[in-house]
């Protein structure tokens, strides 16, 4: 698979990473073979090889600053309008990884609908896309006949939407409910602990786990964006970011954890969705919460369903690699697809 990213920011290169370390893994286990082709980036530059980057050298280069210190080579081409390198790139899938933008999902919504028009797979960690036009890229998808995988918008590599779309297909789910981001899980953790505030938001941004602007996370706006990729991929609805209640932890202090911690409890940001709509907020649980348990940069979901009861999933949801990994499920998904269309 040759792939086009577009973002090179922490998760970009987590999977890169990836695809350099597991490389004789994957091919070895599942066939998998995976090189990227180009690079674009809004402020460090832009590198497009058809016969493959150096991970490497790519890693490098982006950890000095900059894309221009990628070495010189036959071939390989530095300026090009990104939108004029998706349509004619020889690649097979786009991988959005550029910042979220929650209110537009742009330039990044208009990168996808490029690369499936321009017969490509769409697979992304950009929560921008998922949140504003689910539904307008799936139909796109497959009235193209490519894949669009979400899958590492939400709780990062944990197989959120897998599980309630393959694995629970067939039970009715009636509502999500959990903690949809990592930052604001870490920060809450780590007051716990006597770290401030402003030192545990640092450390979640040295870590990777932040947005690009923290302000999403801390007031629950990267949740809330979570809330409406689950309502519109499980339960088909459209929720608006502008009428949701959404409140995050930026108001909370020390002395109010250690109240709830002294009366047995602890606060955690929890975002709920129904068939009926979705909110975020910070909610005070007792110690004996199976969410309670859920700490750092781990999330955890409960689908409540009409067959199973509740199913709980629990697992990292926000790092470089761990979101890396969402988006190399979703590139396997795309490969198989595009295995039994040409059997
Ligand atoms: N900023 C996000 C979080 C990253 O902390 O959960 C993963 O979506």
Same mark, same amino acid.
């Given at each position: 698979m040759r792939l086009l990213l577009i973002g090179f920011g922490a998760v970009g290169q987590g999977l890169a990473t990836i695809l350099r370390d597991q490389a004789a893994y994957l091919l070895e286990r599942s066939g998998f073979e995976a090189h990227i082709v180009g690079v674009v980036t809004r402020t460090r530059g832009l590198l497009y090889q058809p016969d493959g980057l150096s991970i490497d050298a790519l890693l490098e280069a982006i950890g000095k =600053?900059? +894309?221009?210190?990628y070495p010189t080579e @036959? =071939?390989?081409? @530095?300026?090009?309008?990104p939108l004029d390198l998706i349509r004619t790139? %020889? %690649?097979d899938a786009l991988v959005e990884v550029s910042y979220s933008n929650l209110q537009t999902a742009q330039p990044a919504l208009d990168y996808c609908r490029a690369a499936l028009e321009s017969g490509k797979h769409v697979v992304m960690a950009n929560k921008g896309p998922a949140a504003l036009a689910y539904a307008e890229l799936q139909a796109l998808g497959q009235q193209v006949g490519k894949f669009v995988g979400i899958? %590492?918008?939400?709780?990062?590599?944990?197989?959120t939407l897998r599980l309630a779309l393959? %694995? +629970?297909? =067939?039970? @009715? &789910? +009636?509502a999500a409910r959990g903690i949809l981001n990592g930052t604001t899980n870490y920060i809450l953790t780590q007051m716990e602990s006597g770290m401030a505030y402003g030192e545990a938001l640092e450390e979640a941004q040295a870590l990777g786990y932040a947005e690009a602007d923290p302000t999403a996370d801390v007031e629950g706006w990267d949740a809330a964006g979570k809330a409406v990729i689950l309502a519109a991929a499980v339960f088909q609805q459209h929720l608006s970011l502008e009428t949701m209640p959404v409140k995050g &932890?930026?108001?909370?202090t020390r002395v109010d954890l250690e109240e709830a911690q002294a009366a047995g409890e602890c606060w955690k940001l929890i975002a709920t969705v129904t068939p009926d709509g979705g909110q975020v907020e910070p909610v005070r649980l007792p110690l004996s919460h199976p969410l309670a348990r859920v700490s750092g940069a781990t999330n955890a979901v409960t689908f409540s369903t009409d067959l199973l009861g509740d199913v709980t999933l629990v697992g990292p949801g926000a790092g470089p690699i761990a979101t890396g990994f969402g988006l190399l499920a979703d590139l396997f998904t795309a490969q198989r697809a595009g295995q039994l269309k040409k059997s």
């Open positions: =600053g900059h +894309l221009d210190l @036959r =071939g390989l081409i @530095r300026q090009m309008d790139a %020889a %690649a899958e %590492a918008t939400v709780m990062a590599g944990t197989p393959e %694995a +629970l297909a =067939g039970c @009715r &789910i +009636l &932890i930026s108001h909370l």
